[in-house]
């Protein structure tokens, strides 16, 4: 175990914001040293670097219910999911690429973004959830200087709103608020946009408390719940191999890294205030395996609402945390023990 690395935070590392984040789950996202998320109707874009912080021009207003940054293998966007669809932008926020609807099967339906992400391996398609249960595959092409995106396919395996999406190169993971998992395999030789890109191969019956959020590492599937508690998840056999009672209160958010000697982690951060890094185990056998709490912090009188890993000019690993009405984000920088 990585016991070489921990972090720390020494009551003074933050980063100020003008606009504090909206109590939403997930509610914060990196792309290098970029860090956006949603404040009610606007989408904040900060730079950790050099302490920019911009509100994203949006020309007609609307709830942004997700914020998330994708990229793929020749360019990289900020997703923002709002009602009846939703909007991809330069990283910096910037500049509108394209708007694309999101329409339910059923017309009286309220219908909302929550949940993207796209599949790994150099692929264009990237998946997107509502609040109907259905995931949304759409294939991301360039049409001359612009940008061509086409709907691929509507899946409904879900009855209840999409909580969180998360896929690798391997598999694709969702959630919903009615606690269902449902997973797929990923067919990496289809072809862009084919019917057969992904399988639905294992749904995890539903249990008594909303998914919150997803981490998937290739053949494992970290799950966070509203219980507090994370689930290891075997991809390939559809099987939950540990369970861990991880907080007191929901799990609002979680981060994956790989550590500089190769062993991956997640960060999690939850309502009861306190951050955590745990262990990803490589192999997890048959009668389950050993999940190791790395670090943990609390911090009062914040209700937490996402976390990053995001990696800086000496490549050491920090950790980042957004809180609901917080006017800045609490920073924990990584320090090594060897």
Same mark, same amino acid.
Request: charged share 20%; proline share 3%; with cysteine.
């Given at each position: 175990? $990585?016991a070489c690395?921990t972090w /720390?935070? =020494?009551?003074?590392m933050t980063?100020?914001?003008?606009q504090?984040?909206?109590l939403?789950?997930?509610?914060?996202?990196?792309?290098?040293?970029?860090?956006?998320y949603?404040?009610?109707?606007?989408? &904040? *874009? @900060?730079n950790?670097?050099?302490?920019?912080?911009?509100t *994203?021009?949006f020309?007609?207003?609307a709830?942004?219910?997700?914020?998330?940054?994708l990229t793929?293998?020749?360019?990289?966007?900020l &997703?923002v999911g709002?009602?009846?669809?939703?909007? #991809?932008?330069?990283?910096e926020g /910037?500049?509108?690429?394209?708007? +694309? !609807? %999101?329409r !339910?099967?059923?017309?009286d339906?309220?219908?909302?973004v929550?949940g993207?992400d796209?599949?790994?391996g150099g692929?264009a398609?990237?998946l %997107?959830?509502?609040?109907?249960?259905? *995931?949304h595959?759409f294939?991301?092409?360039?049409a001359?200087r612009?940008?061509?995106?086409?709907?691929v396919?509507?899946?409904?395996?879900?009855?209840e709103?999409?909580?969180d999406i998360?896929?690798?190169?391997?598999?694709?993971? @969702?959630?919903?608020?009615?606690? /269902?998992l449902c *997973?797929?395999?990923?067919n990496q030789? #289809? /072809?862009p946009g084919? +019917?057969n890109?992904m399988?639905k191969?294992h749904e995890?019956?539903s249990?008594?408390? $909303?998914? @919150?959020?997803?981490?998937?590492?290739?053949?494992?599937?970290?799950?966070?719940? @509203?219980?507090?508690?994370?689930?290891? &998840? =075997?991809l390939e056999h559809g099987?939950?191999?540990v369970?861990?009672a991880?907080?007191?209160?929901s &799990?609002t958010?979680?981060?994956?890294s790989?550590?500089p000697?190769?062993?991956m982690?997640?960060?999690t951060a939850s309502e009861d205030?306190v951050v955590s890094?745990?262990?990803?185990p490589?192999?997890?056998?048959?009668?389950?395996g050993e999940?190791?709490?790395l670090?943990?912090?609390?911090?009062l009188?914040?209700q937490?609402?996402?976390?990053?890993?995001?990696s800086d000019?000496?490549?050491?690993?920090?950790i980042?945390?957004s809180?609901f009405d917080?006017?800045h984000?609490?920073v924990?920088?990584?320090?090594?023990n060897?």
């Amino acid at each position: 175990m $990585p016991a070489c690395v921990t972090w /720390t935070r =020494d009551g003074v590392m933050t980063h100020s914001l003008r606009q504090t984040p909206s109590l939403n789950n997930n509610n914060l996202s990196c792309f290098g040293t970029y860090l956006a998320y949603a404040k009610g109707s606007d989408v &904040i *874009v @900060t730079n950790f670097g050099d302490n920019k912080l911009m509100t *994203v021009p949006f020309s007609d207003k609307a709830q942004v219910f997700c914020v998330k940054y994708l990229t793929f293998s020749d360019v990289s966007l900020l &997703i923002v999911g709002m009602f009846d669809g939703f909007q #991809a932008w330069t990283p910096e926020g /910037t500049r509108l690429l394209f708007f +694309h !609807p %999101v329409r !339910p099967a059923n017309e009286d339906d309220i219908c909302f973004v929550r949940g993207i992400d796209n599949i790994k391996g150099g692929r264009a398609e990237f998946l %997107v959830g509502d609040s109907t249960g259905a *995931v949304h595959t759409f294939l991301l092409g360039n049409a001359g200087r612009g940008f061509n995106v086409n709907l691929v396919k509507n899946r409904r395996e879900h009855g209840e709103a999409i909580s969180d999406i998360n896929c690798s190169s391997k598999y694709a993971v @969702t959630g919903d608020d009615g606690g /269902t998992l449902c *997973v797929y395999s990923v067919n990496q030789d #289809a /072809t862009p946009g084919g +019917h057969n890109l992904m399988t639905k191969t294992h749904e995890l019956a539903s249990s008594p408390f $909303p998914v @919150t959020s997803l981490k998937v590492f290739e053949s494992y599937c970290v799950a966070s719940f @509203t219980s507090g508690h994370l689930r290891y &998840i =075997d991809l390939e056999h559809g099987e939950v191999k540990v369970e861990v009672a991880a907080h007191s209160r929901s &799990i609002t958010g979680i981060s994956g890294s790989k550590l500089p000697d190769g062993t991956m982690v997640c960060a999690t951060a939850s309502e009861d205030s306190v951050v955590s890094v745990w262990s990803v185990p490589e192999a997890i056998g048959e009668r389950g395996g050993e999940v190791e709490l790395l670090f943990s912090d609390k911090i009062l009188d914040k209700q937490l609402t996402g976390i990053c890993f995001v990696s800086d000019s000496n490549q050491d690993t920090k950790i980042i945390a957004s809180s609901f009405d917080c006017d800045h984000l609490d920073v924990w920088d990584e320090i090594n023990n060897r």
